[in-house]
């Protein structure tokens, strides 16, 4: 895992790093600006002239020790200061006076000659203290950047593009777009989240000499950054002296006419997730249709007809007897008394349980129901069902997904997946997990049942939450990166999911 920290978690890292090992603040900003004229000198062409453009703060400075490391190896550099010198930090300063000991003085920005194919521009202006929109002289750099850029510039951003917020991945209506983010000490949101991950370009993280020990000392809510390592070894290796019993039965209530393929997909995904056995409860009219998808699917028929609710009680509590997992939701038949069901279901039983698509809205309607749960509650909304969750728009969603998921966890002691480009995994009381897998390809119907699919798979051979399900999310990811390269992200379709899957474990020689 790597941390990934906030603006302020950065300066108790940097005041950790002072305090522990006697770090001066100004051998911090010495390895980040060599580290950025490093990341500038890789992408630029021959003979390409560098244009260092700095910020009032220490991201300026980071720049401005940039330019002195790229003079010493002898490349063209032009610098410019944006804004009032009079306001540089301390240790800005400093490297001002050093660059200009080098023979270097900042110019004008106007001044500055213009930069097309072969060049590379520094882009120092802001780090994680931009606090408002940018104006005024910063506004024409970040757009004279843009311009360079789409004249075959190359742009290499200190620590987080100039404009763009670190805490939210939001950026404001002038951002710079960089091909290249030099990410120092530690990655952070605007780095992983979108939209800023998209912004950033290739994020390299370098060390400058925190110390891995001081993220350790940083305070409020832990956000990490899964790892394919991290997953790998959180499925064990099988055992030969193993049958499907050691695997776990998983119980999926899914599917109605017309959504019958719903519960096959999960079914499946879950036997491709290497359960032992899988049944799927359902109506009686639509259960043939499901089992008919594939011959390892066994069923169970719910008596009665329409919505599930109440009357539906005692059948799923008695299909639950020996089961390891529970998969609530996807195509259910959805009624007034669906949220009850579920609510009482789940203070009945102590399995652990998932509940996806139509669980979701069922329970929307009162929340509180979770709080009966006996054993572990995983939620998989997308942002349009964590929306009616929460009871705002889509969009307040994903402006705030890190908090609403965090929120949601820890306010219904449940551990919560929140579906979209970098999902979200949050266990109440702290911890965030980033999921790096996955592409657009993926949006499209039925890619969300198989996740629950491998969800279910997971917590039935044992695995706990939060870990089942930060590995389930990284390896239903990847196992869409993998299509993609086979089907495009136009050919993607969620049931390819259930092939790459296979190809997952086998990288993971599982
Ligand atoms: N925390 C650490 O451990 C290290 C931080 N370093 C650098 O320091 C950066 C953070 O430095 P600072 O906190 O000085 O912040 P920045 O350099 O990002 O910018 C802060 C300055 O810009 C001003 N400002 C903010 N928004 C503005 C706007 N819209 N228009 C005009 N002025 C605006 C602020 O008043 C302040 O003077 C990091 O991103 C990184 O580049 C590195 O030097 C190495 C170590
Ligand atoms: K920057």
């Given amino acids: 895992m790597q941390r990934v920290l906030t603006a302020v978690q950065m300066r108790e890292a940097e005041a950790a790093a002072q305090e522990r090992h006697g770090m001066p603040s100004g051998l911090l900003m010495e390895n980040a600006g060599r580290a950025l004229a490093d990341a500038a000198r890789s992408i630029a062409g021959p003979g390409g002239r560098f244009t260092v453009l700095c910020g009032p703060g220490n991201n300026g400075g980071d720049g401005l020790v940039a330019a002195r490391f ?41 001044a500055l000659p213009e930069s097309g194919a072969g060049d590379v521009i520094v882009d120092a202006l802001f780090g994680t203290g931009l606090r408002r929109a940018p104006e005024g002289a910063f506004a024409d750099a970040i757009g004279t950047v843009a311009r360079w850029r789409r004249a075959g510039a190359k742009v290499v951003a200190a620590d987080v593009p100039s404009g763009l917020q670190s805490d939210t991945a939001e950026p404001f209506a002038l951002c710079v777009e960089a091909d290249v983010t030099v990410a120092f000490g530690f990655l952070k949101p605007a780095h992983e989240l979108e939209p800023g991950a998209s912004l950033c370009g290739d994020v390299r993280r370098v060390d400058i000499g925190l110390g891995g020990e001081s993220a350790r000392a940083v305070s ?14 959180v499925i064990p290796a099988r055992r030969a002296d193993t049958h499907k019993g050691t ?6 209530v899914a599917g109605s006419p017309g959504k019958t393929g719903a519960a096959a997909m999960v079914a499946l995904s879950a036997l491709r997730s290497g359960v032992g056995l899988v049944t799927v409860a359902t109506r009686a009219e639509a259960l043939p249709w499901v089992m008919a998808h594939s011959p390892e699917i066994m069923g169970i028929a719910l008596p009665g007809e ?29 009624g007034p008394e669906t949220g009850a069901l ?30 009966r749960a006996k054993g572990p509650v995983l939620l998989t909304p997308h942002p349009g069902e964590m929306a009616r969750l929460w009871g705002r728009t889509t969009k307040d969603v994903q402006q705030h ?20 480009s970098r999902t979200l995994i949050a266990e109440p009381g702290g911890r965030v997990f980033i999921n790096p897998t996955g592409n657009a390809g993926m949006a499209t119907g039925g890619t969300g049942d198989v996740l629950s699919g491998v969800c279910g798979a997971l917590l039935a051979q044992g695995i706990k939450l939060p870990k089942a399900a930060w590995t389930a999310v990284y390896a239903h990811g990847l196992a869409g990166d993998l299509a993609a390269k086979r089907r495009g992200l136009m050919g993607l379709i969620a049931t390819d999911l259930l092939e790459d899957l296979g190809a997952v474990w086998v990288r993971w020689g599982r």
Avoid: C, W
């Fill in 220 to 233: 409020g809510a832990e956000l990490l950054r899964v790892e394919e390592q991290d997953a790998r070894d």
């Fill in 342 to 371: 579920i609510g009482d279901l789940l203070a009945a039983v102590d399995v652990p349980a998932v509940l996806d698509a139509d669980a979701l809205n069922a329970v929307a309607e009162d929340l509180t129901v979770l709080r």
């Fill in 401 to 420: 997904r890190v908090g609403v998921a965090l929120n949601m966890a820890t306010s219904l002691n449940v551990t919560v997946v929140l579906k979209g």
């Fill in 247 to 252: 695997y776990g039965h998983v119980l999926v």
């Fill in 306 to 334: 329409g919505p599930l609710g109440k009357g539906d009680l005692e059948a799923l509590k008695s299909a639950l007897e020996g089961k390891d997992a529970l998969v609530m939701g996807p195509g259910i038949p959805r």
């Fill in 70 to 110: 790229l003079l010493e190896g002898g490349a063209r550099v032009v610098v410019s200061l944006v804004g009032d010198p009079a306001k540089l930090t301390a240790e800005s300063k400093r490297n001002l006076q050093a660059l200009e000991g080098f023979g270097e003085s900042p110019r004008a920005f106007e």
